[in-house]
């Protein structure tokens, strides 16, 4: 049995190969779009770690975001962090990202950005997600 040509006269190689290359290209890119609204990341690593789970209280407690949030995280002034409501969204680069004060629509104080390292930051959330009372189908975290 013979084989069809693939290549053509009235089709050079190089076309084809030129063809391919783009088609790669644009598999890959539509990849990477796939991968940035993809599932949110787990990104914290230390949630469910009880001794961060406690250094993270610590912190919350003297940094004074019971002051809004309650010792509990029951709410007061600022919502309730251990229900299944967020304003921003729920996963941990949010999170971190409304604690450090990266996001330009919030109402919380962008100040603790400046006073927080980030591994505590990762701690505090660490004891907000060990609150949480809400929906278990929810946690994307
Ligand atoms: C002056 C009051 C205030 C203080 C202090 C404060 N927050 Fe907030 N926080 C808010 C408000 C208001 C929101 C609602 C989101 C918004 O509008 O920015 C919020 C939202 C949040 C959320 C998301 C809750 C949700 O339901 O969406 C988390 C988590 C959070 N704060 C953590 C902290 C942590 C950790 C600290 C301390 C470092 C802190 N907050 C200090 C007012 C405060």
């Known amino acids: 049995m013979k084989k069809a040509p693939i290549v053509t006269k009235n089709v050079p190689l190089c076309w084809l190969v030129g063809l391919l290359v783009v088609g790669l290209l644009g598999a890959q890119l539509s990849m990477v779009a796939a ?6 990341k787990k990104l914290n690593p230390y949630t469910g770690n009880a001794e961060a789970i406690q250094q993270g209280r610590a912190l919350y ?31 941990d680069l949010t999170l971190f990202k409304l604690i450090k004060g990266e996001i330009p629509q919030q109402t919380m104080p962008a100040a603790f950005g400046g006073v ?18 809400g929906d278990p189908n929810k946690i994307d975290w």
């Open 61 to 91: 407690l003297q940094t004074g975001c019971s002051g809004c949030h309650g010792p509990g995280g029951g709410g007061g002034m600022g919502p309730a962090l251990l229900d299944d409501e967020w304003k921003f969204g729920s996963d």
């Open 116 to 133: 927080l390292k980030d591994d505590e930051i990762w701690k505090i959330i660490a004891f907000i997600r060990s609150l949480y009372q």
């Open 35 to 40: 991968e940035e609204s993809a599932e949110p």
